[in-house]
């Protein structure tokens, strides 16, 4: 993974989300330009078992198709617009490979793919996506992290030279996951919790355990400053530029 700093990594949400259409190869291409020190994506497998890139299980939110991914072949997803709400900027962004990001990245930034395989967690997912990172010889440039242990554990036991952060459900349901005995049932190297759920004792725990917290999302500066404060490791935003900001304003203060 891409080494600690003394400020918190910044997570481009699905790429520099906020200026670009979602877990698109142009977001990608900004959060490069902005500075991220990683993107962070969503992979799925579709009917022709290709690793896409895309967070809905459905078309319909962010491209002008719909149906569920996994129903269509990855030339069928080509023929969507996936510019979302980003038209005028972006008109013809297209539903991206894991391949092609991996291509884009390889070498210029570090990349968190989330295994999104929420509604079929016993499919081929965790397979494919350490075949391709195997690929591309990018072990120590990937984060992989999921909500679904199942996932974790299966991609683990193909790829345990990749770092794993498990995603944890915010309040009483992702209780166990941000506790230590969460970390004696995934060996993870990262914790990733909702924001909300952050706490001076999560990062005792993570300081006695020795993992990191990334939290998600966080895009309100306030917000964000008392989450430096604490001492949080990684920030995934929709935001690098204002994270960016942020982190150097808190820097001035303190300093």
């Known amino acids: ?27 990608f291409e900004l959060a490069i330009q902005q500075k991220a020190d990683l993107i962070e994506l969503d992979a799925k497998l579709c009917a022709d078992q290709r690793v896409v890139i895309i967070h809905d299980r459905t078309l319909d939110r962010t491209t002008d198709g719909y149906g569920r991914v996994e129903d269509h072949t990855y030339a069928e997803l ?23 990001v991996l291509e884009l990245c390889r070498g210029n930034i570090h990349i968190n793919i989330e295994l999104g ?18 690929h591309y010889q990018l072990h120590d440039q990937v984060i992989v992290s999921a909500f679904h242990p199942l996932s974790l554990i299966k991609f683990h036991s193909l790829s345990p030279d990749v770092v794993i952060g498990f995603l944890a459900r ?19 190297d990262a914790l990733h919790p ?7 004792q999560l990062m005792r725990t ?12 966080v895009n309100d500066p306030i917000e964000m400053t008392a989450l430096i404060s604490l001492g949080v490791h ?19 203060d303190v300093n």
């Open 1 to 27: 993974m891409v080494a600690q700093q003394q400020r918190p990594l910044i997570f481009a949400h699905r790429g520099a989300s906020a200026y670009a259409p979602e877990n698109t190869l142009a977001a």
């Open 78 to 100: 080509q023929k969507f617009n996936a510019s979302y709400t980003f038209q005028d900027q972006f008109p013809n962004e297209r539903i991206p490979l894991l391949e092609e």
């Open 117 to 134: 395989n929420y509604h079929t967690p016993l499919d081929n997912l965790p397979q494919k996506v350490s075949s391709v990172i195997n």
């Open 170 to 188: 915010s309040g009483w349901q992702g209780y166990l996951t941000r506790s230590w005995l969460g970390r004696m049932l995934i060996p993870y």
């Open 194 to 200: 909702y924001k909300d759920d952050v706490t001076p």
């Open 206 to 217: 993570s300081d006695k355990y020795g993992f990191q917290v990334n939290t998600f999302t």
């Open 234 to 252: 990684g920030i995934i935003t929709d935001d690098p530029l204002n994270a960016h900001e942020v982190i150097q304003a808190y820097d001035h």
